[in-house]
């Protein structure tokens, strides 16, 4: 891979330039987001995702999430520093809340050479909202940084015995959020599990899942040998968005070793498993 290159996917960013734009090859590479973490009363946290067959070494994220004068206001973006674009030189995330947008820049290397984002289906960055009523709010493609800043995923792609910078446009999946300010929120429609937050994370992360229904709930942490870590709830629980934090013990209330653990919730006929990751 070329110095040049890289300056030229980090010049797409700052004064947008002519690349070599391209189909995407293989599976469709998608842009979408996971579900919302409800558990605080008016706020929301909203994963959000990166499919990618290839690696990625910038993206150009930007999004929409109301309208002026709206109830909804984004307070951060966040990427964790350990995940998939942890190792990335700039992670630019431009708000405006009056008009309800903002526009976010992932560029692998700018000043030095870093590693592309590795494929994968997992999360890259969070979006953290306080939300003042019950409206539904659709997370979209803003249309007003066309043509500057279009959704955009960028490659150095082996072309022809070389490498070419290739940017294309992903698909994308558009998201929702609605919850009340008071606390009082609509039930869920199916059971779900959103996952924990932070990840990775030291020395404290929280669960979120949901139940549609009053269920029997358990939910479980295992080390990556699949050895019985923690059980963190097994009772009775109301139906609604739920969460439950995990402080980084095993069942004797001795700290575990850093490293990647599963967790299995298990609600009625529901069961999934996720994974996540403790560092010291």
Do not use: C
Request: hydrophobic share 40%.
């Amino acid at each position: 891979m070329k110095r040049t290159m890289t300056v030229a996917v980090f010049v797409f960013f700052v004064v947008p330039a002519l690349l070599l734009a391209a189909s995407d090859p293989g599976n469709k590479d998608v842009l979408k987001f996971g579900t919302p973490d409800l558990s605080v009363p008016g706020k929301a946290i909203v994963p959000i995702i990166a499919i990618n067959d290839e690696p990625v070494t910038a993206m150009s994220i930007p999004l929409k999430f109301g309208s002026a004068g709206d109830a909804i206001t984004l307070d951060k973006v966040e990427f964790p520093a350990e995940g998939r674009v942890g190792e990335f030189d700039f992670k630019i995330a431009n708000k405006d809340n009056e008009k309800k947008t903002v526009l976010i820049g992932l560029v692998s290397s700018g000043f030095s050479m870093k590693p592309a984002m590795e494929t994968g289906n997992d999360v890259i960055g969070y979006l953290h909202f306080t939300i003042g009523d019950n409206k539904e709010y659709t997370i979209d493609i803003d249309p007003s940084r066309a043509p500057q800043h279009t959704l955009t995923f960028i490659e150095n792609r082996d072309v022809n015995g070389g490498k070419e910078v290739v940017d294309f446009q992903p698909g994308f999946e558009k998201g929702t959020i609605s919850l009340s300010s008071a606390g009082v929120k609509a039930l869920p429609t199916a059971y779900a599990l959103s996952g924990n937050f932070p990840n990775p994370f030291n020395p404290r992360t929280r669960i979120a899942f949901a139940l549609p229904k009053t269920s029997k709930v358990s939910l479980e942490i295992y080390n990556i040998l699949g050895q019985k870590v923690r059980t963190l709830l097994n009772e009775n629980m109301e139906a609604g968005y739920q969460s439950v934090e995990w402080d980084g013990t095993d069942d004797g209330g001795a700290g575990v070793s850093s490293g990647v653990y599963l967790y299995k919730l298990k609600a009625n006929e529901f069961s999934r498993v996720a994974k996540m990751t403790f560092l010291k």
